[in-house]
């Protein structure tokens, strides 16, 4: 069973920062393309950011030039660094490889950004 376990939300303002973290068990997980996924209440899940093996990098147009996505392969590890939030960034925050295996969502991390 593979675990995606999410970490380093919480509460900021707006134009504030945090950084996430995901921490995969997986042991493909330096070959497979990761990514950030994001649900905001009454919304569908969206795509935030992905980053393929080789550190290839693309992103969602609502968070282009604010958000990072990055990656540690030999932790296991993939992170997201959120500056300049949004009150519209407000979600919770999933990691999962892309395209997503349904099986591996985990619990997710909760970012709220209030104004």
């Known amino acids: 069973q593979v675990q995606l376990v999410e970490s380093g939300g919480g509460l900021v303002q707006a134009g504030g920062s945090l950084r996430l973290s995901c921490a995969a068990t997986r042991i493909t997980f330096s070959l497979d393309t990761m990514a950030w996924y994001r649900q905001a209440p009454g919304k569908q899940r969206e795509l935030v950011a992905a980053?393929?093996?080789?550190?290839?990098?693309n992103y969602g147009d609502a968070v282009k030039g604010r958000f990072t996505i990055s990656r540690d392969n030999a932790k296991k590890t993939v992170y997201l660094q959120m500056n300049g939030l949004k009150p519209e960034d407000t979600a919770v925050y999933y990691c999962?490889?892309?395209?997503?295996?349904?099986?591996?969502w985990g619990q997710g991390t909760q970012v709220t950004v209030s104004s």
């Open positions: 999962n490889s892309r395209p997503y295996r349904a099986q591996d």
């Open positions: 980053i393929a093996s080789g550190g290839i990098t």
